[in-house]
């Protein structure tokens, strides 16, 4: 039994994986095995995991015979995993030099049920935005969640924490279908672990991609985001009240952000995504209310609170018509206008 399971799905990844897999195998860590799931890819990938598996035996390979998607290739991995702790890792990303160690001291430290990492956001053109788990605040070396609710600001990824196996199990806890599965997994995880860690450190590149991300696709299926986020209030129950509050505004921020966002909920479909934020407001609120948050963001809560669509539309269209005329105005002179500064 290894300390670490290192699970990887792969579908259509040729032209990453190899950076992926030796950024996992190079680093000179031997108490791990790598589960890497072959969901049906259709590319050169699994010819790829066959010579990595050939060369070396830390590596095995599952080949499902239908692709079932990412959350159900993350499960087929985990049931097939036998590590202490499981860490999933998407294969078009990368692990930074040192991390296995850094984790493993870090666990061996704290014997934590959960450790958090830093990560950064690599985009095509190289800029790199760093994500520090210090900015969650002041934390002890292990702790709750209900400790320090300010990891909840954080970026709710699975791929930058690594679990103890035994806890997934003991909860029955796995990836829901559907987009946006990161949060029925990340958020009732971080609710029930009784030891949470971090790692303030670079330890997890998460490739942004130009093309091919949910992120970037508008489509009828950002609705899903609902599902998800209705499970994790389900979750929570009665587990942790304090909790209640700090999860329902991180959960309004980010169902804001999907709808702000012009290119994901289709145009004409808005209003339906608004109205099903304002029907999970008035279920999901706690009783005694929640701090607001400041700003264009609070005053958007507010709106939902009152199901103002069109007031919430105004807002919108305002906000983007001030940072088109922003541009224009600081734009040097004699440039030539860009097609991204038409006012829509």
Not at 59 to 65: A, I, N
Not at 111 to 138: I, Y
Not at 180 to 194: C, K, T
Not at 305 to 311: E, I, S, T
Request: hydrophobic share 45%; proline share 6%; aromatic share 10%.
């Amino acid at each position: 039994m290894a300390l670490l399971s290192v699970v990887v799905p792969v579908y259509r990844v040729e032209d990453y994986l190899p950076a992926c897999l030796d950024s996992i195998l190079g680093q000179g860590f031997d108490d791990l095995e790598l589960v890497a799931v072959d969901d049906a890819s259709d590319d050169g990938s699994a010819a790829i995991l066959a010579d990595y598996a050939a060369r070396d035996s830390r590596v095995r390979v599952l080949t499902l015979p239908v692709n079932r998607g990412l959350g159900a290739a993350r499960n087929a991995g985990l049931a097939a995993s036998t590590g202490d702790y499981v860490w999933f890792v998407d294969s078009d990303d990368w692990l930074t030099d040192g991390t296995l160690w850094a984790v493993a001291d870090r666990l061996a430290e704290t014997n934590a049920d959960l450790l958090v990492t830093g990560f950064a956001r690599v985009f095509p053109n190289g800029a790199v935005k760093e994500n520090k788990v210090s900015w969650a605040g002041p934390t002890p070396e292990t702790f709750r969640l209900a400790q320090v609710p300010g990891l909840l600001k954080l970026l709710h990824i699975a791929c930058n924490k690594v679990v103890r196996r035994q806890l997934l199990v003991d909860l029955g806890l796995a990836f829901r279908p559907g987009w946006y599965e990161d949060v029925a997994f990340s958020l009732p995880l971080m609710i029930a672990a009784d030891r949470i860690t971090l790692l303030d450190r670079y330890s997890y590149a998460y490739r942004q991609r130009a093309t091919g991300s949910i992120t970037r696709t508008v489509s009828d299926r950002h609705f899903e985001v609902f599902d998800q986020w209705e499970f994790v209030f389900r979750f929570l129950g009665d587990r942790a009240e304090e909790l209640r509050a700090p999860v329902f505004a991180r959960a309004v921020w980010h169902l804001l952000q999907v709808l702000n966002h012009g290119a994901r909920v289709p145009p004409g479909r808005r209003r339906e995504f608004f109205a099903r934020l304002v029907a999970f407001h008035r279920a999901e609120r706690p009783a005694g209310g929640y701090p607001l948050p400041p700003g264009d963001e609070g005053v958007k809560h507010r709106l939902v609170a009152h199901n103002a669509f069109l007031l919430f539309e105004a807002l919108r269209a305002g906000r983007k018509m001030q940072v088109q005329m922003v541009k224009r105005a600081t734009r040097p002179a004699g440039a030539k206008p860009r097609v991204s500064d038409a006012v829509p």
